[in-house]
């Protein structure tokens, strides 16, 4: 028994910021910005806009694209660093709004590797007897990201995507998996208040402590390091080598830290999806994004292996390896 994806879709904000846009706001160049992160433009989302507005509808385009309907949906798990509040969860959100019956569902806190943390929890959950699983990436990183600080403010953008998970006995759906977390750097990667440690006050308001703060280049050595052991390590559990993956969708963070991946995993570059330009580091969003993008444009056959890695703020890391 196998858990597979019986349908995708995604949703990115209409409100395009190019980085000539940002050069308005930030001391920063077009080109900087391309050649240290590979990024062109991100989606915006406008003032009114949560991050449930975002997962419903990637959710309804991957429920829609599973030919069933939302009562057919047996649990919700959803990926996301920017909930629309501390609780209840944004997935209970999506689960009123989508008029999905009474399930089980809940939140993922595992930054960036939020979607595919819940890819595994719902694989487990598939092979526990359920069926037609929910899982959501859904951000909106501008929210709480600081626009006076250009270390960091060019890098993020909005968006979703959403899979609906189903039980298959063919040959496609997950083949292995790997996933791991180290916390001993987590200062490196936070929003500091807002929560119990340090909860909403006039100073920690004063103070920007409610924005994303990033040691960008200490984070850019971990994350090379993990995506290549995410990968490894799965492609290690398939029993399998890079050479064989058909393509490579990688968190979208970094071009330079997805071409050193690539490079150690010896995965010729053309057989990396990227998307990154289009829209920055969507975060727990990226992966789903970027693999419906894909199959649109036809970079996915049946039967193809694609190998999906991401890190995340904890730090979290993980692959998961699946037969389309
Ligand atoms: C953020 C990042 C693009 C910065 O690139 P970098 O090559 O590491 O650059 P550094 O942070 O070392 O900064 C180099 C210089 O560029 C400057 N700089 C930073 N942001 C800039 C910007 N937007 N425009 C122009 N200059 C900028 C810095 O001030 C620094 O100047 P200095 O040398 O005079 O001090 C890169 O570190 C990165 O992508 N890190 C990982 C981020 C990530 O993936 N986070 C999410 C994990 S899921």
């Given at each position: 028994?196998?858990?597979?994806?019986?349908?995708?879709?995604?949703?990115v904000?209409?409100?395009?910021?190019?980085?000539?846009?940002m050069?308005?706001?930030?001391?920063?160049?077009?080109?900087?910005?391309?050649?240290?992160?590979g990024i062109s433009e991100r989606?915006?989302?406008?003032?009114?806009?949560a991050?449930?507005?975002?997962?419903?509808?990637a959710?309804?385009?991957?429920?829609a694209?599973?030919?069933?309907?939302?009562k057919?949906i047996?649990?919700i798990i959803?990926?996301t660093a920017?909930p629309?509040?501390l609780?209840?969860?944004?997935?209970?959100?999506?689960q009123?709004?989508?008029g999905?019956?009474?399930?089980?569902?809940?939140d993922?806190?595992?930054g960036?590797?939020?979607f595919l943390?819940g890819?595994?929890?719902?694989e487990?959950?598939i092979?526990?007897?359920?069926?037609?699983?929910?899982?959501i990436?859904?951000e909106?990183l501008?929210?709480i990201?600081?626009?006076?600080d250009?270390a960091?403010?060019v890098?993020f953008g909005?968006g979703?995507?959403?899979?609906?998970i189903?039980?298959n006995?063919?040959a496609s759906?997950?083949?292995?998996s790997?996933?791991?977390a180290d916390?001993?750097?987590w200062k490196l990667?936070?929003q500091?208040?807002?929560?119990?440690?340090?909860?909403?006050?006039?100073?920690?308001?004063?103070?920007r402590?409610?924005?994303i703060k990033?040691?960008?280049?200490?984070?850019?050595?971990?994350?090379?390091?993990a995506?290549?052991?995410?990968?490894?390590k799965?492609l290690?559990?398939?029993?399998i080598?890079?050479?064989?993956?058909d393509?490579?969708?990688?968190?979208?963070?970094n071009?330079?830290?997805?071409?050193a991946?690539?490079?150690?995993?010896?995965?010729?570059?053309d057989?990396?999806?990227?998307?990154?330009?289009?829209y920055g580091?969507t975060?727990?969003?990226?992966?789903?994004?970027?693999?419906?993008?894909?199959l649109?444009k036809?970079?996915?056959?049946?039967?193809?292996?694609?190998?999906?890695?991401?890190?995340?703020?904890?730090?979290?890391w993980g692959?998961?390896?699946l037969?389309?």
């Amino acid at each position: 028994m196998k858990a597979a994806i019986g349908g995708i879709g995604s949703y990115v904000p209409e409100k395009v910021v190019t980085n000539f846009d940002m050069e308005k706001l930030v001391d920063t160049s077009d080109e900087w910005i391309r050649t240290r992160s590979g990024i062109s433009e991100r989606r915006i989302v406008d003032n009114n806009t949560a991050t449930s507005d975002l997962a419903c509808e990637a959710a309804k385009r991957a429920i829609a694209a599973a030919g069933i309907e939302a009562k057919n949906i047996e649990a919700i798990i959803l990926g996301t660093a920017t909930p629309d509040m501390l609780f209840p969860s944004t997935a209970c959100l999506v689960q009123s709004r989508l008029g999905i019956n009474k399930v089980m569902s809940f939140d993922i806190s595992a930054g960036c590797s939020g979607f595919l943390y819940g890819l595994g929890i719902a694989e487990s959950f598939i092979k526990n007897g359920f069926d037609n699983i929910l899982v959501i990436g859904a951000e909106i990183l501008t929210k709480i990201t600081d626009f006076t600080d250009r270390a960091t403010c060019v890098l993020f953008g909005d968006g979703a995507g959403a899979v609906v998970i189903k039980r298959n006995r063919g040959a496609s759906g997950i083949i292995a998996s790997y996933f791991s977390a180290d916390g001993s750097n987590w200062k490196l990667l936070q929003q500091p208040a807002g929560g119990s440690r340090i909860p909403a006050s006039i100073e920690s308001v004063k103070n920007r402590l409610h924005y994303i703060k990033m040691q960008g280049n200490e984070v850019f050595k971990l994350a090379v390091r993990a995506m290549y052991e995410a990968a490894e390590k799965t492609l290690q559990k398939a029993g399998i080598d890079g050479e064989a993956i058909d393509l490579l969708i990688p968190h979208q963070a970094n071009i330079r830290i997805i071409e050193a991946t690539a490079k150690r995993l010896k995965v010729p570059m053309d057989k990396v999806y990227i998307n990154l330009d289009k829209y920055g580091n969507t975060s727990a969003a990226s992966i789903p994004i970027a693999l419906n993008e894909a199959l649109e444009k036809g970079r996915i056959k049946k039967g193809d292996l694609i190998l999906m890695v991401a890190f995340g703020a904890g730090f979290t890391w993980g692959g998961v390896l699946l037969r389309w």
